[in-house]
Structures are given as structure tokens and as C-alpha cells.
């Protein structure tokens, strides 16, 4: 993964996160529908227990370490000493499309379950995320 943008969001702003997310929900495939500055190349992420791994072209590398830090918290641990923080701050009723940031603000994430469709859930992912501090027109849609 590429190191953080600049700062995406702003800190000011209080970030909210949800409780409604089990932890076996992010097992598998999720397709990066939008995102902020930042994830060039990055598809997909493939969710393991205690790992995540993007998806890349061309490949990105070996992905990153998780340890749980709260609810719907994680700290992600790179191959190369980095660290990240990763917070789930919205997921829809189905649990197909959520919104995903790091609360310094380095980058925005909407991840899906599938590579298409959804659009009013990845519309809702991006106003959640503006909600949240987050420069909606820095969240590219994909």
C-alpha cells in the first residue's frame, strides 16, 4: 500500500464509528469502490483473521498486519515498520458497502462486496464520510 496522502480529513471534526459490524463479517473479498488520494492501483482487499491484503496491479505486496484497538478499531502493521489506524465509520443494513478511515486523516475508503452496483450505498458511504470531516470531493469514486 502506498504511504498516507496528505491529510484528507478534517481532525477537527469528531469521527464516529459503528458498533453494528461483526468481526467474521470482513472475511473475504471487498472491492474499493471509492477512495481518497493514496490507494493507486489497489482494487480490492482480501480480509483474513489478523491480516489484510490488497489487490493491486501491478502487485502491491504482502499487506498488512491487524490487531483490534476497539470496536470496529484496528491498527494496521506494515511489512516495513508503519503503522496505520483503520476505523469502520459506516456500514449499511445489508453489510454490503461500508466506509472505512483513519482518524488522522490520511485516507478514506468505501469498500463493497461487489466491483459494481450500489450506487445510492456508495453515495450514502461518501456523504457519511463528509459527515465525518472527510473531503468528499477528494474520495474518488472507482
Known amino acids: 500500500m502506498a ?3 496528505p491529510k484528507q480529513r478534517d ?3 469528531p469521527l464516529s464509528i459503528t458498533t453494528r459490524a ?3 463479517l470482513w472475511q473475504g473479498t471487498w472491492h474499493l469502490r471509492a477512495a481518497s488520494p493514496g490507494a493507486d492501483g489497489i482494487s480490492a482487499f482480501r480480509f483474513a483473521p489478523g491480516r489484510i ?3 493491486c496491479a501491478p502487485a502491491c505486496g504482502t499487506g498488512w498486519q491487524v490487531s483490534p484497538i476497539g470496536t470496529n478499531r484496528w491498527r494496521l502493521d506494515g511489512p516495513h515498520g508503519e503503522t496505520r489506524e ?3 465509520i459506516w456500514i449499511d443494513d445489508s453489510g454490503r458497502t461500508a466506509a472505512f478511515g483513519e482518524p488522522a486523516g490520511g485516507y478514506a ?3 463493497d462486496r461487489s466491483a459494481t452496483g450500489g450506487a445510492d450505498r456508495i453515495r450514502a458511504a461518501r456523504e457519511i ?3 465525518n470531516g472527510y473531503d468528499a470531493g477528494q474520495i474518488a469514486l472507482r
Open 3 to 5: 504511504p498516507s496522502a
Open 11 to 13: 481532525v477537527a471534526q
Open 22 to 24: 461483526a468481526p467474521d
Open 53 to 55: 491484503t490488497p489487490t
Open 86 to 88: 483503520l476505523w469502520l
Open 109 to 111: 475508503w468505501v469498500l
Open 129 to 131: 464520510l463528509e459527515f
